[in-house]
């Protein structure tokens, strides 16, 4: 059975900084790229950041860049994100995903979901 786990989230003051991880169990994804989506209360899920199978490409949301990092570790089958600057905009659920078909900014792209973990940013 395939497992994606989020930790990390909590809250934080404007300014500040969270990392979060994904850990994934049930298979390997050392192949896969995996991407980082949010939703908002109210709003629908965003896409957020992505990575390569090596780590090599890496794609974000306009609104994150030079904010965010997307990185991972595949001997742990854990993706991270270190998210520093953080505005209460970006107040949201995090959730982690396997882009199962192709890496995409696109959530059709992705097969296997966590449930999420909620980051809170208070100005």
């Known amino acids: 059975q395939v497992q994606l786990v989020e930790s990390g989230g909590g809250l934080v003051q404007a300014g500040g900084s969270l990392r979060l991880s994904c850990a994934a169990s049930?298979?390997?994804?050392?192949?896969?790229?995996m991407g980082w989506f949010r939703r908002a209360s109210g709003k629908e899920r965003e896409f957020v950041a992505a990575?390569?199978?090596?780590?090599?490409?890496?794609y974000y949301a306009d609104s994150v860049k030079g904010r965010f990092t997307i990185s991972r570790d595949n001997a742990k089958n854990t993706v991270y994100l270190q998210m520093n600057s953080l505005k209460p905009e970006d107040t949201a659920v995090y959730l982690c995903?396997?882009?199962?078909?192709?890496?995409?900014?696109?959530?059709?792209?992705?097969?296997?979901w966590g449930q999420g973990t909620q980051v809170t940013v208070s100005s």
């Open positions: 990575i390569s199978w090596s780590g090599a490409i890496t």
């Open positions: 995903a396997v882009a199962t078909i192709r890496l995409s900014r696109e959530s059709v792209s992705y097969g296997y």
């Open positions: 049930g298979r390997t994804f050392s192949s896969y790229g």
